[in-house]
């Protein structure tokens, strides 16, 4: 029988085919998607903001931010309300997911690191890869991912391009 530190609890959600993965401990709720109240001069990936529960809570595309193509709506798409710890600071956003899937558990020695492609490439968003079904999921580091790197919400090490 496996102790309970040898294996961690996500959520996972695709993007188009891909799927990925979010630690169950951040993941404060999931919304249906609606329109979020549009902020001049953001970054593409950042659809505006929402109100949950009184709060105003900024909304990402996160197929933008990751350099896909735009979310198109359908019925499945939601928004994962995250807090997110970055240093001292706690971040709450909503990410948009084509669909979310399940909570499940992935053990620790099942996890990858981001693959290597001999080259220098952008990847410290990824904490992991697991193999499940024949395919992969990739565990998304969010707190590498919305660190603070001079754009609005932080950034994947390269400037974000700005709205004129």
């Known amino acids: 029988m496996a102790a309970p530190q040898s294996e961690s609890q996500f959520v996972t959600f695709s993007l188009g085919s891909e799927i990925f993965a979010v630690p169950v401990g951040v993941v404060r709720e999931i919304l249906d998607h609606e329109e979020a109240f549009k902020i001049p001069h953001g970054p593409d990936y950042l659809l505006g ?3 949950v529960r009184g709060q105003g809570v900024p909304v990402v595309d996160l197929r933008l931010r990751l350099g896909m193509t735009k979310t198109e709506k359908t019925p ?12 001292e600071k706690q971040l709450t956003l909503g990410l948009v997911a084509d669909r979310v899937y399940e909570v499940t558990p992935f ?9 290597d492609i001999g080259v220098s490439w952008r990847s410290d968003y990824i904490a992991g890869v697991v193999r499940r079904n024949g395919s992969f999921v990739v565990i998304v ?3 590498r991912l919305f660190s603070d790197s001079g754009d609005v919400l932080g950034g994947l090490g390269r400037p974000v391009p700005q709205v004129a």
């Not at 053990?107 to 693959?115: C, L």
């Open 49 to 51: 903001l929402r109100d």
């Open 76 to 87: 499945h798409t939601r928004i994962l309300v995250l807090d997110i710890c970055i240093g």
């Open 107 to 115: 053990r620790k020695d099942e996890i990858e690191g981001a693959p």
């Open 141 to 143: 580091d969010l707190a």
